[in-house]
């Protein structure tokens, strides 16, 4: 009875304390909005400077989250997610710096066009207001996330997996070091410091105070985030991508598109999970790719098609078409066309990333038009859909949503628009 009670106490607690962090957002939000482009960027270069400046005070933090995953038992992907190594840090501080870079999209005005009433009316981009972000392991989401809100006019909280809590307030300290530095809430940027799940069930059941909720995790974090949220979601489930190697590719071409889209990073959405592979090509191109991957440590899972060709990998399951790894695993099909492969796709692909390896134009544009993905390469690794490789500075994340943003989130990713009309006078008649 008393455990109970101290349960439900600690809920109260926790939620009264995101209910603050909400009413601090949505003031921070106010200021955001009308925060000139100069004090956004100002702030954002500060957050890189002192994120550079203090990489040894972030690694040391890191340390404390990586040593408590490790007696946890975590397991290598997700200990690889959660690592602050030099180039990492260096990549959140040039992230931001990227952002600062781009065109302030705020109060961009388009498509004014006059109406025979003689008002003139058009477009105006604004920011969404406040985003809640829910994510697991990946501390560098912190900076990513908190830089694109900022630059956006966006206030944010944040809410990272406590298996990264020591990391994400090391990285929160140089935010709101670099926020103070431009004269800027630092309330424009929370990082929720309760490990407690509650908090995670208040953030997104808070209407009055988030106007969006971004997850960053596992499927069954963003499938219970999508059913119990009372504000918009932004997600994507799995990133179960494809590389289709046709009849026409160039396969020395294809061998290092398909080696990097799997072996570059296992642990990531946009890691290759199922080789698709055009039959009449299949003899030549399979043991050498199969040696290739082999040798890294990749286990090999095929149909009927592809053990006839290498006989002594394992059976793919219809199971196995479906998963996303996150591993040192492939499925590989062989398919009679590019139809097959099409087909494959529609019937398995989580619509994140999809990748054709062909010399034939034609081919490629059925490809690119028929393939309904939120990103969809031709000759290239599925690595490259990602906000930095895209020039967005960063991601939010990436959305299979087909509403209100797909692929990569960036800036115009996290913003609105409304309408704006200009007239001299006129009335309705």
Known sequence: MKAEILAEESAVEVAAYMQKLGQQAREASRVLARATTNSKNTALLAIAKAIRSQAEILKAANQLDLQAGKTKGLD????????????????????????????????????????????????????????????????????????????????????????????????????????????????????????????????????????????????????????????PVIK???????????????????????????????????????????????????????????????????????????????TATEEDWDTEYLAAILSIRVVDNVDAAMLHIHKHSSAHTETIVTQNYDTARRFLQEVDSSSVLVNASTRFADGFEYGLGAEIGISTDKLHARGPVGLNGLTSQKWIVFGSGQIRK
């Open 76 to 231: 290598a992907a997700m200990l690889d997610r959660l690592t602050l190594t030099d180039s990492r840090i260096e990549s959140m501080a040039e992230g931001l710096e990227q952002v600062a870079a781009l065109a302030d999209p705020i109060g961009e005005i388009s498509d004014m066009r006059y109406r025979p009433s003689g008002i003139q009316l058009g477009q105006m981009r604004v920011p969404l207001g406040v985003i809640g972000i829910i994510y697991e392991s990946r501390p560098n989401v912190t900076a990513d996330a908190a830089g694109l809100c900022l630059k956006s006019g966006n206030a944010t909280i944040l809410r990272g997996g406590s298996e990264a809590i020591h990391s994400n307030q090391a990285i929160a300290a140089c935010i709101h070091q670099g926020l103070q530095q431009a004269g800027l809430p630092i309330n424009a940027v929370q990082v929720v410091e309760t490990t407690d799940r509650e908090a995670v069930a208040q953030l997104i059941t808070m209407p009055d105070y988030v106007d969006v909720i971004v997850p960053r995790g596992g499927k069954s974090l963003i499938e219970r985030i999508s059913k119990d949220a009372r504000v």
């Open 236 to 314: 994507h489930l799995d990133g179960i991508c494809h590389v289709y190697v046709d009849v026409e590719a160039d396969l020395a071409m294809a061998e290092e598109i398909a080696f990097n889209a799997k072996c570059h990073r296992y642990g990531v959405c946009n890691a290759m999970e199922t080789l698709l592979v055009h039959a009449d090509i299949a003899k030549q191109f399979l043991p050498k790719m199969a040696e290739r991957f082999i040798k890294e440590g990749v286990e090999l899972r095929g149909c009927d098609k592809t053990l006839r060709i290498l006989p002594d990998i394992n």
